[in-house]
């Protein structure tokens, strides 16, 4: 089991146009992608990932979880998990999670209440950080990573990664979007699996 | 330099609405995927990659070119490299290259046709090949690399590559969308090329 969270510092918490999710979404797109890269194999999902957006452009914030091992009705295209997304703001989120779509739920509440319910060690991807290559993860056991998206992480939102457990760790020697870097971060997670 | 080139056996070769591209542009959603994961930085280009786009779906077959060295106008949401799919296959295309954007020309032809032109070793991915992490690629040499949409290669193309020097590597032990290989890809050849 892995759950990603990724925080999109301007990604809108109200239904928006999905013919302009880089402009008035707030980069929508790149949440948008990162759940693309999160729950996609070629013909099938990763049922045992759990992808997390943190929705901060608006107030309160908003989170959207997708679920792989429940979610219907997407395809890889930005505007299908964009549509979702969509689907999920028209619900009167509560501070409980509400499903909107199967496997597609969302909730009010902010990156630090996500981390409080989630209660685990923090896998931050950062570019200075270890190279990935390095670390022997346990893949049995459930893994959470964090990643920001274009403006990376705030001083805050690295102090309350701060009050938990945490590793720092990079996916190789060049600054990537945040879908990029989930698929490399999978791809070393399938070779520990595999054991290649 | 690298080159890629992925071919889109139901791209369709006219102007098509960019609020359908996984269905009556005959996902055209994967191509521009490609093209981000292709030229991609987190704040950057790719100037050094050159993407191909083999558009079947419509006769006669189209080849669409973005060179990151020169490409304007191309943000990272699918919509965008869509748009300019869409500005190219506006144009009268002939059997050369005929600039539609900057950065982005179209010419008529099919795989055969760039293969003949671009004339190199081929690297093709394909989930059965070798590990490209055991491999040592000369990265000062211009590579060309070859994949499939969804449905992989047909049995023609590959003859076609059987007709050049090339090898078969894979990027990992699962299935993964064409997109997706590119990212791993380009991290094997950034590290190689960092020497980490």
């Known amino acids: ?62 989170l959207i979880r997708f679920d792989g091992a429940q979610v ?6 930005e ?5 979702l997304v969509k689907k999920a703001l ?4 509560q501070d409980f999670w509400t499903e909107s779509t199967p496997g597609v739920s969302i909730r009010k509440g902010d990156f630090e209440d996500l981390l409080k319910e989630l209660n685990k060690k923090v896998i931050y991807l950062r570019e200075d950080g270890v190279d990935i290559r390095g670390k022997k993860f346990d893949v049995s056991e459930e893994l959470l990573f964090v990643l920001g998206d274009h403006e990376g992480l705030t001083g805050d939102e690295e102090k309350i990664i701060g009050g938990y457990e945490h590793e720092i ?26 054991r290649i």
Chains 1, 2 share one sequence.
């Open 1 to 62: 089991m892995k759950s990603l969270i990724i925080i999109g510092h301007k990604a809108v918490t109200m239904p928006f146009s999905l013919n302009d999710l880089p402009g008035t979404a707030g980069r929508m797109d790149i949440l948008c992608r990162c759940v693309n890269a999160a729950l996609f194999l070629s013909h099938d999902l990763r049922r045992d990932v759990r992808v997390y957006l943190v929705l901060k452009g608006g107030s309160p914030s908003k």
């Open 72 to 77: 219907r009705y997407l395809s890889p295209d």
């Open 79 to 83: 505007r299908s998990a964009a549509s």
């Open 90 to 93: 028209e619900k009167n989120a």
């Open 169 to 194: 760790v990079s996916v190789g020697p060049i600054s990537l979007h945040a879908d990029h870097c989930i698929i490399l971060l999978h791809n070393e997670m399938d070779r520990l699996e595999k």
